[in-house]
């Protein structure tokens, strides 16, 4: 039984850390990739607005998702590889507060209360990216391992 937990925390943490790792590297490395279209911009362009003053300004040129976006995928796809580590089981509802700042940050930005800053959203990105990490691996030990192979 352990076994089959194991490699059902390794394939998910495998499933949600992989798509991440490639958004985050797909956004920093996108002024690199010229100012064409490319393969890179359709799969940046579904999950961001990609507003050009709210993307990060790096050495190389403009990132190809906005600064929440870029922190949301870093935060993901590292605490996914820190999550997966046995001694960092945390409960999953303790996720939830992670995604607090992001929220309220959002909702005064679109009721226009104030403009957030680039740090600001960086910070609520990757608060929000560790939590859904939370999240979703910290149920998985209350879900049955043959349930993420189909298996009943």
């Known amino acids: ?17 992989v798509p991440a790792g490639l958004m985050f590297l797909f956004s920093i490395a996108r002024p690199v990739m010229g100012s064409g279209e490319n393969f890179i911009d ?53 996720g939830f507060p992670l995604l607090l700042p992001l929220i309220a940050d959002g909702l005064l930005q679109y009721h ?9 959203r960086s910070v609520t990105g990757l608060a929000a990216g560790f939590g859904i990490a939370v999240i979703i691996l910290g149920r998985m030990r209350n879900v049955r391992p043959g349930l993420l192979f189909g298996q009943i």
């Open 1 to 17: 039984m352990k076994n089959n937990w194991s490699r059902g925390r390794l394939a998910l943490a495998i499933l949600l850390g």
């Open 112 to 120: 226009s209360v104030y403009e957030s800053s680039n740090l600001i």
């Open 42 to 94: 359709p799969i940046l362009s579904a999950s961001c607005h990609r507003i050009a003053s709210r993307c990060i300004t790096l050495p190389w040129g403009i990132s190809g998702l906005c600064a929440r976006c870029t922190a949301f995928w870093l935060g993901l796809a590292a605490s996914i590889l820190i999550m997966y580590r046995p001694m960092f089981r945390i409960p999953f509802w303790s």
